[in-house]
T-cell receptor
Framework: DTGVSQDPRHKITKRGQNVTFRCDPI?????LYWYRQTLGQGPEFLTY????????KSRLLSDRFSAERPKGSFSTLEIQRTEQGDSAMYLC????????????FGDGTRLSIL | GQQLNQSPQSMFIQEGEDVSMNCTSS?????WLWYKQDPGEGPVLLIA?????ELTSNGRLTAQFGITRKDSFLNISASIPSDVGIYFC?????????FGTGTSLTVIP
């Protein structure tokens, strides 16, 4: 299966720790997105990459959050000094070139802050 | 951000019944997407709509792009237990995608 892959699937950490998540998109997809999803809500957009360039960031992405996609393939999302409110599912999605192409999602990383 | 209102919020139906749900907005969009999400998994694309008035089917699922471009509808015929999950509509705006709050479907065998 060559779908979107996310690692780890679950992360439990203490408040104040740093965490890093990885996303491997579908190989021919040049667009990559990060979302956050809390219980009972739809995914909320965090940031968007086209190839290695980070072209858009949501105001939800505070300065404790940073995302990279150094070679235009996999991406990482780091959260520094985690807070209880960071507990959520973090979803990655990718899409092929072209406007309004549907996104294909990974199964997410569930983050729990103790 | 964009406000996508999904209705109903939740549904409890008997196996075999048909299901209808919708998504509305005050803004006009050129694309409407429908996703299904199972617990602990990411959303899976069901149907993509690109033209006002378009009616597209995927097996027992049929979705329509509203003629006003401000809404979309999803119908599921002859529901089965594996239809259980949360259904989201989504629209692209620039480089962002906005999702509705979802319709939770429970199918009673």
């Amino acid at each position: 299966d060559t779908g979107v892959s996310q690692d780890p699937r679950h992360k439990i950490t203490k408040r104040g720790q740093n965490v890093t998540f990885r996303c491997d998109p579908i190989s021919e997809h040049n667009r990559l997105y990060w979302y956050r999803q809390t219980l009972g809500q739809g995914p909320e957009f965090l940031t968007y990459f086209q190839n290695e360039a980070q072209l858009e960031k949501s105001r939800l992405l505070s300065d404790r959050f940073s995302a990279e996609r150094p070679k235009g393939s996999f991406s990482t999302l780091e959260i520094q000094r985690t807070e209880q409110g960071d507990s959520a599912m973090y979803l990655c999605a990718s899409s092929p070139p072209g406007a309004n192409q549907p996104q294909h999602f990974g199964d997410g990383t569930r983050l729990s802050i103790l | 951000g964009q406000q996508l209102n999904q209705s109903p919020q939740s549904m409890f139906i008997q196996e075999g019944e048909d299901v209808s749900m919708n998504c509305t907005s005050s803004s006009i969009f050129n694309t409407w997407l429908w996703y299904k999400q199972d617990p602990g998994e990411g959303p899976v694309l069901l149907i993509a709509l690109y033209k006002a008035g378009e009616l597209t089917s995927n097996g027992r699922l049929t979705a329509q792009f509203g003629i006003t471009r401000k809404d979309s509808f999803l119908n599921i015929s002859a529901s089965i237990p594996s239809d259980v999950g949360i259904y989201f509509c989504a629209v692209p705006t620039g480089n962002q995608f906005y999702f509705g709050t979802g319709t939770s479907l429970t199918v009673i065998p």
